[in-house]
């Protein structure tokens, strides 16, 4: 399946983050990347949707996975069976 609307919300600087934009970008994932540092409102929305305040955060068609590394990403990703497969 391949998903509408990938948003990721990262910290600058964040090694998690810059790891899950690489993944991303090696397997053609097309994302918007949200600073919730320089962006309140991304922010407030990170937090709304996750509970938390760490990142990365990635909201997939409203699937949400929250603080976590390419090594928690791979496993969810396949379990939503979005695309590419990895």
């Not at 993944?23 to 929305?45: C, F, G, N, Q, Y």
């Amino acid at each position: 399946m391949k998903p509408n609307s990938i948003r990721l919300f990262i910290k600058p600087g964040c090694p998690w983050c810059e790891e899950v934009q690489e993944w991303l970008s090696a397997h053609d994932v097309p994302h918007e990347t949200l600073d919730v540092i320089r962006d309140p409102k991304a922010r407030a929305e990170m937090h709304q949707l996750t509970g938390q305040s760490k990142a990365p955060s990635l909201d997939v068609d409203g699937e949400l996975l929250a603080d976590f590394g390419v090594d928690e990403l791979i496993p969810w990703w396949r379990q939503h069976g979005f695309s590419p497969k990895v």
